[in-house]
């Protein structure tokens, strides 16, 4: 865009100003200002959406489908034979058109805009925005699902699998936030996605719908203010280089006031200074999920926590690590509760470690932290293997663990594959499930246990300890069809398969009631 220089005004200090016409899409506007040798120059960015899609189409249920792979047509995305191209033109529908679900394929999708309004903060040096600053921004009271077939047949979000069709959001590895929120409310939904690839490593700070975006925080999913419901997510190989305490915080995700609803949600291999996974000051809940291989440098290899409150309650922690081994060492393998209230309910806690103190966790600044029903098995530490509490007579802090297993063998199915053959957290084969004769089974307390465990088994009585239930009669996961069609007479007939199993399943082709075939034993995929 050209600013004509002619028509700039100034007015109380606020400049305004008429550019040359824009195409339709998100420009970066770039303003260089200077006044006396005091005031001296500096650089501000924003950037401007032109809208070009003149009346709306209609949108059945409101709902905006999304498949990179239909033909280039009339991608208008009222139907899955027209669904859009890109994420982004569902969001810019959302915003304008009124929709407010938007059901994404399989597929690949890259952020190509800014956020809405973006600006760089002046407060933060200015600068101008880049590429690195495109990522997904949630629209409040819009539900975006992924995982569905991109066959055209679904109707039903029941119908999706988003694990057997993976739907990515991802950054690859050159933008510094892959999804970004602000302001927005529970009815804010994103479900069924894995969220890679972010990188957060900017200089500049964002200004988001008058909110700060840290260009060192939130590399996967960036939340500032904002109490947005997260379902069905791996977010996983997101990174926040930074190496000092001024950044380098939240690598999978990063969460600033508001509260959240986190449920289903896996943290699997992101790096940060601090806070591997994830980086919180504000309150949230989450139930059934996974911290697992995340990596931090000085402390909260899994998450690290401060102010607000949070309930944590079948989640499992396994092999994060608070790598830093030098005269202060690294804290909090698992999590650093630095200050706010933490409560975990039959919470696992197997191979995390710190290089300093509290292979588990590192409770400061009054931290006011309860364990119940849970289980510490092989966590490391120079100091303190599982816990290490840091008092101060200014700000006393606070552990209570009950009815916790910590140091026993409690008998995993397979400690050495702790998501199991399939390599998916969350599905029956997780090698951190009980075996028949662990020692946490019926040995928690039933007074605030969850009525089901991470896997959604029923737990009965006293429950056990960890966030599995011992369950030798559980029933195999479903999946669908595949293959099949017509045959004709004479014909050799058609190929049937399932869409995934389960190793220690047997799969039997009936019809009409009578077995078809011989029995064959899931392997674990499709």
Known sequence: ATVLAANVTVTNGAASFTTSALAVGVHAITAVYSGTTNFGTSTGSMAQTVDGSGPCPTYTGNIAYVNASVPVGTNDGTTWARAFLTLQEALDAARTCG???????????????YPIGAATSTSFGGGTLSSADFSFHLVDGVAIYG???????ETQLSQRNWRQNPTLLSGSNALNHVVTSANDGLATRLDGFTITGGRANATTQLTVEGQSFGGTQGAGVYLQNSSVTLNNLLISGNSCPATDFTGGQGGGMAMQGGASVLTNVAFVGNSAYSGGGLSASSTFTMTNGVFSGNTANAGGGGMIVSGGSRTLTNVVFANNRATR???????????????????????????????????VMYNVNGANVTNKNGIFYGNSAPTSPDVHNNPNPFDPLSYTATTTLTGTDPKFVNSADP????????????????????????????????????????????????????????????????????????????????????????????????????????TGSA
Do not use: K
């Not at 929709?99 to 805009?113: E, H, S």
């Not at 909090?332 to 197997?350: K, Q, R, S």
């Open 419 to 522: 998501d199991g053959p399939d390599n998916v957290w969350m599905t029956a084969d997780d090698g951190l499930a009980l075996q028949s004769n662990s020692p946490a089974i019926n040995a928690g307390t039933a007074a605030g246990a969850p009525a089901t465990d991470i896997l959604g088994a029923t737990r009965t009585g006293n429950p056990d300890q960890g966030a599995y239930e011992y369950n030798p009669c559980a029933n195999p996961t479903a999946f669908a069809l595949t293959g099949g069609g017509s045959l004709c007479t004479g014909g050799t007939g058609v190929a049937v398969g399932l869409g995934g199993s389960e190793t220690g399943v047997t799969y039997q082709l009936t019809r009409h009631g009578t077995n078809v075939g011989s029995a064959v034993p899931g």
């Open 325 to 359: 081994t030098d005269i202060s060492g690294a804290l909090g393998g698992a999590m650093t509760n630095n200050g706010g209230g933490t409560t975990l309910v039959n919470c696992t806690f197997f191979g995390n470690s710190a290089g300093g103190a509290g292979g």
């Open 99 to 113: 929709v407010t679900q938007i059901w994404v394929a399989q597929g690949t999708y890259l952020p190509t805009t």
């Open 147 to 153: 995982g569905f077939s991109g066959s055209g047949t």
